[in-house]
């Protein structure tokens, strides 16, 4: 079967907008040359960025979306004009949507007059699947439009459903990734993770979409990374955290193989860890039970993004596109390993080879 | 060469009945599920008529435990359906536990129910930070297909598919794809969603919903009414299935799935049209096959005219057979493709067409479909098709095939 490619991507983040604006961010903290950790976008307007026609009652999150798919569009060169409309589809992972806008609408619920005085713009954007569907409508992508929850996992195997779906003919072009925002109910379910987990490192926001295609479709020097093999797992009975490595580690294992690649190619781990010290324990674990060694090198993606929940997968995989761009130590086409753990139990790897802009295509 | 999926376990849990056999009867004799909801009037909904769920999943459940905190009475839902498919499949906790087994849930609500016990605290408190912690563990994502998984033992992905009211044929869909290209042996997949607050006061803030009745297609009709329920069922490979033994509902076809790209809430006629004509193709077969349409059917006027409509384009002015099984347990949204999935298994396994209730005439929007009014049709159909619709301009088309 054939495997994914990345043909574009667009990231919206506090250190950069888009694919080459966020590798130079990513560059600039690597090498610590970024004053300040602030990973959420504050005063942003979607306005701003496009403009305020056919913005309508986009919330903050399906903004990010939106906003990431156009950069993402852009940078894969494509042109979404009526004949390959049916062929394009929005594949998101999402955490909780936007808990803002479903508490908006609840909330007004409660306090109004009658128990429906709710703002009926805002009541479409409480479904889970609202941002996917915002993309499609900004730029007419008539394909398969799908939301996929799963936890830490989220993002991952948001991947895995769209690369299923490229390979089912429901759609030739998918954008997929995930979008999360920053807002007081998310604050609030961070600092409960801090009290349980000792998860340390701050919120992040924004989004982080990727084009992917088919590669037998596509002339090679339009790709950016293949996506080799994305194995998610939910963890079947209450477990322990060293049963949930070892699940990591199966799922790290079974990508591998399915790549056809071997632990020894492996360049980094790029891990979901985000400061508790069990869990990042037991993803380390799960890493090295998986490759059989420790990995050549750690990459904890998310201390430079801050920390987003199911949409944190999209981020590490950014992440990894930009770091390899700037770290000299990466050859020319890299292989890496993407993890993700949830406390509830679902597991995660993607195995991706990265290709550096060589042939002269940013 | 890829597999044959089949349908060899269903698990209802409907404000009609739980498990097959009451499913089955209510569903085919147009036994209404739909009643007065007094909290509801109490409240202030000046529409309260649903198709709520009366049911306790800790008489299903052998793992999880329905009285701790762990789990939303939504996670529960979607465990006890999924519990109740397998039960239906005769599958032993051995090959579950053992095989290459996964979960895929589809929701419109997941975990909303505890988001809004959240905000109700921090109306009443003064701020979201105002908030027990047990309910902050119960807003994961993913939720619904982990505990499914978790409670019969599944060893590969459990994910959550919340793609509205079209969700469970995502779900259907998707584990379909699973098993037919070898990545998995079983998969439970379908839908489950308790009503929630939200959902009641922006359907009635749209005019969505009827006073009492949901009609669909029919000329007086005048809007939805909120249902709920689980609708899981156990998606298996053809020669397994048949070398064990087990009963074989229905075979899944093949499936389509597009997007309006228009309106967050009004449906597109064509593109309806353009996702059922994607499933003929997908599943190898012509308009002129299909038996039975297990329609979306909602019983909002602007729905109905679309989806007659589509059904027009793409079967000119003969269609087939249709039915919504909305009449009778209203719209449970995530669940609510998952019902049709279940209901039309059973009418290829058992050769009938069940009913759409509360028909009286259809209007100029609806006239051409043949609407199987009221009671149900002693026909064999081959080849059933599933319609499911969702904000957003989603829309999932399924193709079931009787098993020969």
């Not at chain 1, 090498?31 to 056919?54: K, N, V």
């Not at chain 2, 698990?11 to 209404?32: D, K, L, M, Q, Y």
């Not at chain 2, 049709?377 to 079931?400: D, K, S, W």
Request: aromatic residues 6%; negative net charge; charged residues 15%.
């Amino acid at each position: 079967m054939s495997i994914a490619v990345i043909t574009g991507w667009g990231v919206v983040h506090r250190l950069g907008m888009g694919a080459a604006a966020f590798t130079r961010g990513v560059w600039s903290v690597v090498h610590g040359r970024a004053g300040g950790r602030q990973t959420t976008l504050g005063e942003y307007q979607i306005t701003e960025h496009l403009g305020r026609r056919g913005i309508g009652s986009l919330d903050r999150v399906a903004g990010f979306a939106v906003h990431a798919g156009g950069l993402t569009l852009e940078d894969a060169g494509l042109e979404v004009d009526e004949e390959i409309r049916d062929d394009v589809g929005v594949v998101l992972a999402s955490h909780a949507g936007s808990m803002q806008s479903t508490a908006d609408v609840v909330g007004a619920s409660y306090t109004g007059r009658r128990p429906f005085d709710v703002p009926p713009q805002l009541f479409p954007n409480g479904a889970l699947s609202a941002s996917a569907a915002w993309v499609a409508m900004r730029y007419g992508l008539q394909g398969v439009n799908a939301t996929v929850s799963s936890g830490q996992v989220s993002a991952l195997a948001a991947m895995a459903y769209a690369q299923n779906m490229l390979r089912n003919g429901q759609a030739s072009i998918v954008l997929t990734g995930a979008a999360y925002e920053h807002t007081v109910y998310s604050s609030v379910l961070a600092e409960h993770a801090r009290h349980q987990y000792g998860v340390t490192l701050p919120q992040g926001e924004g989004a982080a979409l990727f084009a992917v295609e088919l590669a037998d479709r596509v002339p090679g020097q339009r790709v950016c990374a293949e996506i080799l093999a994305v194995d998610v797992r939910g963890a079947s009975l209450p477990c322990s955290q060293s049963e949930i490595a070892t699940a990591l580690g199966d799922c790290i294992g079974a990508a591998l193989r399915s790549a056809g690649v071997s632990p020894g190619e492996v360049w980094a781990a790029v891990t979901g860890e985000n400061g508790s010290p069990v869990w990042d324990r037991t993803e380390r674990q799960g890493v090295c039970l998986g490759l059989g060694r420790e990995p050549a090198r750690w990459v904890p993606a998310k201390q430079w993004v801050g920390e987003m929940w199911g949409a944190a997968g999209a981020f590490q995989l950014a992440v990894i596109l930009g770091l390899v761009r700037v770290d000299p130590s990466g050859d020319e086409e890299t292989v890496c390993v993407l993890t993700s753990v949830d406390p509830a139990g679902p597991v995660g790897a993607l195995v991706v080879r990265v290709l550096l802009p060589t042939r002269g295509v940013a | 060469m890829t597999r044959r999926v089949v349908i060899t376990g269903l698990g209802p849990v409907a404000s009609i009945g739980v498990g097959v056999e009451e499913f089955r009867s209510a569903v085919r004799n147009g036994t209404s599920g739909i009643g007065p909801d007094t909290r509801l009037r109490d409240q202030g909904f000046p529409t309260y008529h649903t198709g709520a769920l009366r049911f306790d999943p800790s008489c299903l459940l052998r793992r999880l435990s329905a009285s701790g905190t762990e789990w939303s009475d939504n996670d529960l839902l979607a465990a006890a359906a999924a519990r109740l498919a397998v039960m239906d499949a005769g599958l032993d906790e051995e090959t579950l536990r053992c095989g290459r087994t996964a979960a895929i849930v589809g929701t419109t609500h997941a975990e909303t129910e505890t988001l809004e016990a959240w905000v109700l605290q921090a109306t009443l408190r003064g701020g979201p930070e105002h908030v027990s912690p047990a309910l902050l563990d119960r807003m994961l994502s993913g939720n619904l297909a982990v505990a499914a998984s978790r409670e019969l033992g599944l060893t590969g992905e459990a994910v959550v598919i919340p793609t509205v009211c079209a969700a469970a044929s995502y779900a259907v869909g998707y584990g379909y794809d699973r098993i037919r290209h070898g990545e998995v042996d079983i998969v439970v997949a379908g839908g489950a969603d308790l009503a929630v607050r939200m959902g009641h006061a922006g359907f009635t803030r749209l005019g969505a919903l009827a006073k009492t009745t949901c009609a669909p297609f029919d000329q007086s009709r005048s809007g939805t009414l909120i249902g709920e329920g689980g609708a899981v069922v156990v998606l298996e490979e053809l020669t397994a299935a048949t070398a064990r033994g087990a009963h074989v509902y229905a075979e899944v076809l093949g499936y389509g799935v597009n997007c309006d790209a228009r309106s967050m809430v009004s449906p597109t006629a064509d593109r309806i049209a353009a996702c059922i004509r994607k499933a003929h193709r997908q599943a190898g077969i012509e308009p002129a096959d299909v038996g039975y349409i297990s329609a979306h059917g909602t019983g909002t006027r602007a729905n109905d005219a679309a989806e007659a409509n589509a059904i027009m384009q793409v079967f000119g002015v003969s269609p087939p057979p249709t039915s919504s099984t909305k009449s009778v347990l209203g719209h449970t949204m995530g669940a609510a493709a998952g019902f049709n999935v279940i209901a039309a298994a059973l009418a290829l396994d058992e050769g009938y067409v069940p009913p759409t209730v509360h028909f009286t005439a259809p209007d100029a929007e609806t006239r051409w479909l043949d609407v199987v009014a009221n009671k149900a049709r002693e026909v064999q159909p081959g080849i059933a098709e599933i319609h499911g619709f969702g904000f957003g301009g989603l829309n999932a088309v399924l193709m079931l095939g009787r098993m020969r």
